[in-house]
T-cell receptor, first 116, second 109 residues
């Protein structure tokens, strides 16, 4: 299957700082990218959907000013957690899909964020 | 509302067969996914069903009945490494993926 690379795998940051997570599709052009977060023992929760060149569509309850998503190219999307707080500590996962409206989505390896 | 139901936890024996069920109620349907997730890792793709019937891939098979809003993942010749959570996800009419809470599968020797 196609490869989606997410970086970093884990990061520890201080409260109040910002953290950027990158998601790259290595062997295909990702028209659509999804960002999820997962709390321990819970299901994946969709945070936002971004189509290349467009503003991300955020799910209800997700602060768009806190979780900045940029999808400027067909192979790269970034999620920036601004002014991070301990409650933002979670597992963040991206997935990418070649087509806008259909097809299999491939997941990145995930990023474990710990805010201290 | 949209809902995906799957059992919280299942236990099976090494070498045996296990079936993990998933029922769904969504606004439209554009396919059903099964993913495997080991603790602390991202999910990995197992299968995608959009038409009714059984799809077989080695030890894993996935079945879909759209009229019943039902799918199952069948794992044969269970191995200890199959201990993981199995996530059922449905793509709705807006092409959004709706996820179940996952089924934790415990394999015993």
């Amino acid at each position: 299957g196609a490869v989606v690379s997410q970086h970093p795998s884990w990061v520890i940051c201080k409260s109040g700082t910002s953290v950027k997570i990158e998601c790259r599709s290595l062997d295909f052009q990702a028209t659509t990218m999804f960002w999820y977060r997962q709390f321990p023992k819970q299901s994946l929760m969709l945070m936002a959907t971004s189509n290349e060149g467009s503003k991300a569509t955020y799910e209800q309850g997700v602060e768009k000013d806190k979780f900045l998503i940029n999808h400027a190219s067909l192979t790269l999307s970034t999620l920036t957690v601004t002014s991070a707080h301990p409650e933002d500590s979670s597992f963040y996962i991206c997935s990418a899909r070649e087509l806008r409206d259909s097809g299999e989505a491939f997941f990145g390896q995930g990023t474990r964020l710990t805010v201290v | 509302g949209q809902n995906i139901d799957q059992p919280t936890e299942m236990t099976a024996t090494e070498g045996a067969i296990v079936q993990i069920n998933c029922t769904y109620q969504t606004s439209g349907f554009n396919g059903l996914f099964w993913y495997q997730q080991h603790a602390g890792e991202a999910p990995t793709f197992l299968s995608y069903n959009v038409l009714d019937g059984l799809e077989e891939k080695g030890r894993f098979s996935s079945f879909l009945s759209r009229s019943k809003g039902y799918s199952y993942l069948l794992l044969k010749e269970l191995q200890m490494k199959d201990s993981a959570s199995y996530l059922c996800g449905v793509m709705d009419s807006n092409y959004q993926l709706i996820w179940g809470a996952g089924t934790k599968l415990i394999i015993k020797p």
